[in-house]
């Protein structure tokens, strides 16, 4: 499976910005994407995840701010990103793969990874 992110770009505050991760060859592997981000010297955090069909999945500093959608069909997973503040600036990266639901959160439950889209967010 190879997953491809895009989107990325610098933005002022209260600015969006909209991400696309588009999953090819072996998508049948994954029932579930979520993106993370990762910040300098920080360690890689979830943002937000979901399943092809199913409830979806937030980290409590972007609830409300972002919105994870799917498209089956093109097998691709957006995230919206509105309100964008400095401290969302960093790297995203998408994630795949079969989770469990207690681990829709966790970096584990996810098999294949993206290579990374920048955000930067001007104050």
């Known amino acids: 499976v190879q997953l491809q992110a895009s989107g990325g770009g610098l933005v002022q505050t209260g600015g969006s910005l909209r991400l696309s991760c588009a999953a090819s060859?072996?998508?049948?592997?994954?029932?579930?994407m979520a993106w993370f981000r990762q910040a300098p010297g920080l360690e890689r955090e979830f943002v937000a995840a979901?399943?092809?069909?199913?409830?979806?999945y937030y980290s409590d500093s972007v609830k409300g701010r972002f919105t994870i959608s799917r498209d089956r069909a093109k097998s691709t997973v957006y995230l919206q990103m509105d309100s964008l503040k400095p401290e969302d600036t960093a790297v995203y990266y998408c994630?795949?793969?079969?989770?469990?639901?207690?681990?829709?959160?966790?970096?584990?439950?996810?098999?294949?990874w993206g290579q990374g889209t920048q955000v930067t967010v001007s104050s």
């Open positions: 994630a795949g793969g079969r989770p469990i639901i207690s681990s829709m959160r966790m970096r584990e439950g996810y098999m294949y």
């Open positions: 979901t399943r092809w069909s199913g409830p979806t």
């Open positions: 060859e072996g998508t049948s592997s994954i029932n579930g």
